[in-house]
């Protein structure tokens, strides 16, 4: 079973603080993502990678950047974080598009910053 | 520019009746459309996806339906069970990159 684990359910941090959100998979996919799920909103891309040390911006990159240094590994931070950065943040991965289409999602971090 | 849209944002249905989800899309390149179920404080999981070359595709008690004229999917659950209340999320994908539209809570009722 492929498995995407995100580093925390829950984190709590104060306004102007570096927060890293850490993910990682188990199925060597080449691509990963990073949402925000927002009640009325749904999943709105922030970033995603499709290689080590490639990434693009996804709809909403403001206040992020992402790193993928190792393949199985994809972090977002926070560079200051902002009460409009609460959210519940997810992670996903998936193969290259050779016919199988699904991505794989962890369990969510619920960011509240207070 | 919202791409993706699912206009309805709940939905009750009586448990072994017909829940039918409905989803609206604006680009024709798209190459597959993807549901995900969605419970609170956990991750996504996928349910069924479709090809743009296919109008239809099922699973169990899941079927898929895809209207390319109309720009339109539904996801057709039947018979409706208690545990399927959850957030239903429509999603297109092009190349890589997954688009979802804002959600369905679906209640059903016992």
């Known amino acids: 079973d492929v498995k995407v684990t995100q580093s925390s359910r829950y984190l709590v941090k104060r306004t102007g603080e570096k927060v890293f959100l850490e993910c990682v998979q188990d199925m060597d996919h080449e691509n990963m993502f990073w949402y925000r799920q927002d009640p009325g909103l749904g999943l709105r891309l922030i970033y995603f990678s499709y290689d080590v040390k490639m990434k693009e911006k996804g709809d909403i990159p403001e206040g992020y950047s992402v790193s993928r240094e190792k393949k199985e590994r994809f972090s977002l931070i926070l560079e200051s974080a902002s009460t409009n950065q609460t959210s519940m943040y997810l992670c996903a991965s998936s193969l290259p598009q050779t016919g199988n289409t699904e991505a794989f999602f962890g369990q969510g971090t619920r960011l509240t910053v207070v | 520019d919202q791409q993706v849209k699912q206009n309805s944002p709940s939905l009750s249905v009586q448990e072994g009746r017909i829940s039918i989800l409905n989803c609206d899309y604006t680009?024709?390149?798209?190459?597959?459309f993807l549901w995900y179920k969605k419970y609170p404080a956990e991750g996504p999981t996928f349910l069924i996806s479709?090809?743009?070359?296919?109008d239809k595709n099922e699973d169990g008690r899941f079927t898929v339906f895809l209207n390319k004229s109309a720009k339109h999917l539904s996801l057709h659950i039947v018979p409706s069970q208690p545990g399927d209340s959850a957030v239903y999320f429509c999603?297109?994908?092009?190349?890589?990159?997954?688009?979802f539209g804002t959600g369905t809570r679906l209640k059903v009722l016992a």
């Open positions: 479709i090809s743009s070359i296919k």
């Open positions: 999603a297109a994908l092009k190349g890589y990159k997954y688009i």
């Open positions: 680009n024709s390149m798209f190459d597959y």
